[in-house]
């Protein structure tokens, strides 16, 4: 069974202003203070030198948060793709507030946050399926490739929400959870035949 434990990157400048990052890679999508002290004060929690394995995401701001957290483990940090946040294509560091005033029937008026139905109108975004899809992925190759490991992983809000969709369905209840804080903790296990565990959610410090 592998054990995984997915930390979302600190807080950006983005994130602070309102912005959808999705995909985008800039100086805006840096941790800005506050991040760094958030993902410092995880760290004094979350003490990675137990885990095996540190993945993370491409994207400046969760490599930025898994070199701090690895201060002292000093692990190797491996990179994939799969992890990346959604992409809501032109959506892509657009103002949420603005997007939600144009297209309000594609946000949940209480998250703040788009429904699987944005697609129809944010271009060459991807469908909450597809991002599930590629999260199974590495879930699944990771089960095969360290059976018995601990596994931290660095990545994303929507990302981390889409592996509890990934547990649950894709479905009412999954779609309406808000997305995990910035510099967060969520641990799930998966066994060789893909049964899945999830023993916390959204845990912070």
Do not use: C
């Not at 805006?28 to 540190?54: C, P, R, S, Y």
């Not at 701001?61 to 070199?67: E, K, P, S, Y």
């Not at 271009?123 to 399926?129: L, N, P, S, V, Y």
């Not at 991002?131 to 601990?150: C, G, H, I, W």
């Amino acid at each position: 069974m592998t054990t995984f434990y997915f930390v979302r990157h600190g807080q950006t400048l983005a994130n602070a202003s309102g912005l959808k990052q999705g995909q985008i890679n800039t100086e805006n999508t840096v941790l800005n203070n506050v991040g760094i002290e958030q993902v410092t004060t995880l760290a004094k929690h979350f003490d990675i030198q137990f885990a095996q394995h540190l993945i993370a995401s491409p994207l400046n701001r969760t490599q930025q948060t898994a070199t701090l957290l690895n201060e002292t483990a000093q692990l190797p940090l491996q990179t994939d793709r799969r992890l990346l946040e959604i992409s809501y294509g032109q959506w892509d560091g657009k103002s949420n507030q603005k997007l939600m005033a144009a297209y309000p029937e594609v946000f949940d008026d209480i998250l703040q946050d788009v429904l699987p139905e944005y697609i129809k109108y944010a271009t060459a975004g991807e469908t909450f399926e597809q991002v599930v899809a590629r999260v199974q992925s590495f879930l699944d190759d990771m089960t095969q490739k360290y059976p018995d490991d601990n596994v931290v992983v660095v990545t994303h809000g929507f990302t981390i929400k889409a592996v509890i969709m990934a547990v649950f369905g894709i479905n009412d209840m999954t779609i309406r959870l808000p997305e995990p804080a910035n510099a967060s903790l969520t641990k799930l296990t998966q066994t060789i035949s893909g049964h899945k565990y999830l023993y916390f959610f959204n845990q912070q410090y």
